[in-house]
C-alpha cells in the first residue's frame, strides 16, 4: 500500500533521457502472454493500495499495482465485484497488469470486457509525463477515450498509474446446468438462448456437454433453469473458476494455445490437422481454444474465414508475431498512435507487434 | 484556390449532391445549438464510398478542412460549419446492409438513423440499446463520433459498448476496418477511441451494432419526493442496494411541471422530485425487483410512490420525463441545456448551488437527469431576444460546469465538446493532457483538416482564458504569456 508515483516518473523520465527500453512489470503472472518481454525492468507492483471505493457510485480507483485478491476482497465486502470477470493466472497478478492485457472472464460476453468498465485512468506516457483522462463518474467525453485505448495496448503507450473502473452488484443466486451436445449442436443452443432475455451470464462447451450458468433474483435461476432443460452441474462455482484461470484438464498441454475470437455463430467446423479434442468453445461460441502444432497462419486464415482473428495465447514461437496482423493502413496508424504516446519507442517495445 | 475547389468537386459529384448557394447552405448552419451558426464553403452529399473518398482526398490537398455530418442533432456545435471548410453530410449513406439474427448484429451505414435498428430487428425480437431522447433523428456515424448515451446506459452502456465493428475513412481517403462481428478487435482499441472523437480522426462510413434481446417484461416505480436532497438519497441508495435499474431518472419541480402542463401524464405537481426506476429482464427477476425498488424508495422518505401496472401505465409514466425538454422549452423563449456530470452523492450539495445561482443571475432552472449514472441536464431559462441574456446564461452555465469538475466529475456526460465547451476543457484539463489529445489527433491527421477547431481547446486559447486548471500543484501553461 504506497503510492510510488513520483519514483515512476522518475524511472520513465530517466528512460527517455538515456533512450533504456522498459519492461513494464507488474504481478508478472502474464510473463508468458504477447511477444518475448525485453528491456530494462519496471516494478510497478510496489504502486499499490485502493485510493478511492465508491459503493454507491459504483466506481472504484484503485493503483496499478493493486493485487486482483485485493480488490475482490474489497468490493465483496458491500456485496460488489469486477463485472468482467478478470482471470488471475497466478495469484500475484495486478490490475494494471489485467487493464494491459484486457483480460476478461466468461462473463464477458453478457456483462462487457475490462475495456468496457474503464472509467478514467492516470498513466505516464514515454516521455515521463503525468496524465490523467477519464474520471470517476459513468459517463464522460471530455477529450478523447485514452482510458479504454489503454486497455489491451500491453504497456506499450504507457505506464498505468491508477485506474478507475465501474463495479456492478453480485447477482443474488446462481445456478450451473449441462446439456449433452457436440460442438455444433453447443453453438446452436448457446446462441439459441443467447438471442433471449433469460439472465445467463456464461456459456461454454467441450464438445460433449454445453454448460450453462445462470444468475439472478432465485425466482428468475429457476424459471430459466425449467427453460433451458438438462441437469444440473453441481460443482459450477468451481468449474467457470477453472475454466477463467485454464486450470480445466483441456489446457493441460505443452502444444502452443492458440485464441480465436470469432462472431458467436459462426459453424463449428474443426480445422484441418485437429480434431475436436484439440478445442474447448468459450463465450457462448465467441472465443474458441485450440492446442495445436499447426501454423499461426493457418489458424490466422482459418478464424478470418469465420469472420474473426486468432493470437498466439501460449507457448509457440514468441520471437515471431503471435497477435493477429493488421492491414498496412491500420498498422501505420498504429505506429504514429504508439509515436504520439511514447516517441522514442521505450516503453515494453515489441511486447505486442515487433514493430510497436 | 476556391474556384479550383468548386469545380474539383464538381466533377467529382453530380449536380444535386453538392450545394453551394447560400440559400442550399442555410440549413447547415448550424447543428442542434443554435446559438452557433457559420455557413461553410460548401455541402457535399456522397452517395458512394469512392465519392466520400475522393471529396476527402481533394479536400487534403486543397487544404481545406472536413466538416462530417448527420443528422445535425448534436447540442454541442461540433457540426457547426466554417467558412473555409466543406461539411460532408452522411444523409445518403442511409441504408441499413445487413442484420444478422444469428450473431445478433446489425450492420448500417452511417447515416441511419438510432430507430431505424431497432425498428428493422424488432420483428426478431432484438433492439438496439442505446436510446438517446433524440433517437428517431440523430444518426448511428453521430452516435458513435459523440458516444451518446440515453435512459437505459446505466445498464446496458453508452454507444462504445454496442458496437462492434467500424469502417471509417482518414483524411488520405484511405477505408480502414475496426473489428467486425467479433466481440474484440485486433490491435490498439481504435474503435474505443473513434466513440466520442467528434468528428476529429475519422468519417466513419459503416457501423455494426450488437442488438440484444427485447427484455420479456419492464416495469417503472415512479417515486414522489418533497425534498430534492431526500431523492438524491434515494437515487443512491436503490445502487447501494444491490440494484441495476435499466434506468433510474429524475426531475425537480420546475421541470414536473413543465412536462405535466405539456404531457398530461398525471405527475403531482406539488412535490419536489419525482425519481422514475424501471426495472427489466424476464418476468419473474422484474417482479422481485420492482418491490424491492419501491422498498428502497419509500425507505428514502418518498411522500407516495406507483408502479407501472402495465405496458401502457409504464410508457405514461415516461412520456413526461421524455417531453422533458419541449416542455421546458415552453416555458421560455431560449433555453441552454447543460450536460456535466458528477458523483451521484454529491448531487443535493450541486443542486443548492445552482439554484443559488440561479437567483443570484435572475435565470430559472429546471433539472432533468440520468440520476442513475449522475448525468445532470440543468436546462437554464432564458431570452436570447434580452440584451447580454445569453451572456449571462453562458455565465452561469461555465459555473456549473466548473462546479461538475470541481466535486470529481466531468463537464459533458454525453453531448460532447464541439465548439460550446472548449473553455471548460481547460479547466478540466492540463497542458500535458492537452497535447497529448493534439498529439493523437497527429496520428490520424497530420494536417489537422478534419473538423478543426472543435472539441480540443488549443493551448493558446486556455492561457488566454486565464483558467487556472490546477494540475499536481503547478500553474498550467507557465511557457505562456498572460494576458
Ligand atoms: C432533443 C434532443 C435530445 C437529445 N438527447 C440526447 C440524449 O439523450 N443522449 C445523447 O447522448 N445525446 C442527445 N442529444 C444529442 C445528439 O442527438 C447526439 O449527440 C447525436 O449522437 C448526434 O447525432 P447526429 O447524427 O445528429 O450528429 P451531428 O449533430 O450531425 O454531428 C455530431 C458530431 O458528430 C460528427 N459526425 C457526425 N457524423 C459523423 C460521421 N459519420 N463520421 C465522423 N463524425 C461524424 C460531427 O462532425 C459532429 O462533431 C439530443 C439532441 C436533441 C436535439
Redesign the pocket.
Known sequence: MADISEKLQQQVMQAYENDTPLNIIGGNSKAWYGREPQGEPLYVSGHSGIVNDMPSELVITVRAGTKLSEIAGALDKHGQRLPFDPPYFGEDATIGGTVACNFSGPRRPYAGSCRDFMLGCTMLNGKGEKLRFGGEVMKNVAGFDVSRLMAGSMGTLGVLLDVSLKILPHRLAEQTVVIDAGFKQAIKLMNHWAGTPLPVTAMCADGNLVYFRICGTPSAVERSMRDIGGSIYEDGKAFWKDLREHQLDFFQSDAPLYRLSVPPAAAFEPLAGTTEHDWFVGWGGAQRWLKSDVDFAVVQSYAQKLGGHAKLLRGGDREAEVFPPLAPALMALHKQLKHSFDPKGLLNPGRMYKDL | MPAQLLSSLAKLLPESALLTSEEALRPYEC??LSVYRGLPFAVALPETMEQAQSIIQLCKQLNTPV?????????AG??MPTKDAVVLS?AKFNQIIEVDVDNRTATVQ?GVRNLAISEAVVEHGLYYAPD???QI???I???V??N???VHCLKYGLTVHNVLGLKFLTMDGELIELGGKALDNAGYDVLALLHGS??LL???VEVTVKLLPKPEMAQVCMAMFDDIEKAGQAVCDVIAAGIVPAGLEMMDSLAIQAAEAYAQVGYPTDVAAIVLCEVDGTAHGVNDYIEKVEAVLTGAGAVETRISQNEEQRLQFWAGRKAA?PAVGRLAPDYYCMDGTIPKARLAEVLKQIAAWSDAFGLPVANVFHAGDGNMHPLILYDANKAGELEKTEAFGKKILELCVQVGGTITG???V?VEKLDAMCVQFGKTELEQFFAIKDAFDDKRLL?PG?AVPTLHRCAELGRMHVHNGELPHPELDRF
Open positions: 447543428d442542434g466538416i462530417a455530418r448527420g443528422a445535425g442533432t448534436g447540442l461540433g457540426a452522411l452511417p438517446p431522447s433524440s433523428a440523430c444518426t456515424g453521430g452516435n463520433a459523440e451518446s448515451g440515453g467528434e468528428g475519422g468519417v466513419i425538454f454525453e453531448h460532447g464541439g473538423n472543435k
